[in-house]
């Protein structure tokens, strides 16, 4: 599993995915969210602008990812 820190209070779905480089794109990555492909904290999650918040995983093509805060 791999940790990604985020400075702000949260990150949203999309936004997380390009930014860990599980999508080469925001356009796949709304594509993959509306298909059903990506779970957050266990469950499927089609809602491109979920909210993600220290503590919460990510799972999409057999990759996790826990998002940790970075305050400092």
Same mark, same amino acid.
């Given at each position: 599993?791999?940790? +990604? *820190? +985020? $400075?702000?209070?949260?990150? #949203?779905?999309? *936004?997380?995915? $390009?930014?860990?480089?599980?999508?080469? !794109?925001?356009? /796949?990555? #709304?594509? @993959? %969210? *509306?298909?059903?492909? @990506? &779970? @957050?904290?266990? /469950?499927?999650?089609?809602? &491109? =602008? #979920? $909210?993600? &918040?220290? =503590?919460? &995983? @990510?799972?999409?093509?057999?990759? !996790? %990812?826990? +998002?940790? !805060?970075? /305050? !400092?």
């Amino acid at each position: 599993m791999e940790a +990604i *820190a +985020i $400075k702000t209070e949260y990150i #949203k779905l999309d *936004a997380l995915l $390009k930014y860990a480089a599980l999508t080469a !794109s925001g356009g /796949e990555a #709304k594509a @993959v %969210i *509306a298909e059903g492909l @990506v &779970r @957050v904290n266990g /469950e499927v999650c089609t809602m &491109r =602008g #979920k $909210k993600l &918040r220290a =503590g919460d &995983r @990510v799972e999409y093509d057999g990759q !996790s %990812i826990l +998002i940790e !805060s970075d /305050e !400092s």
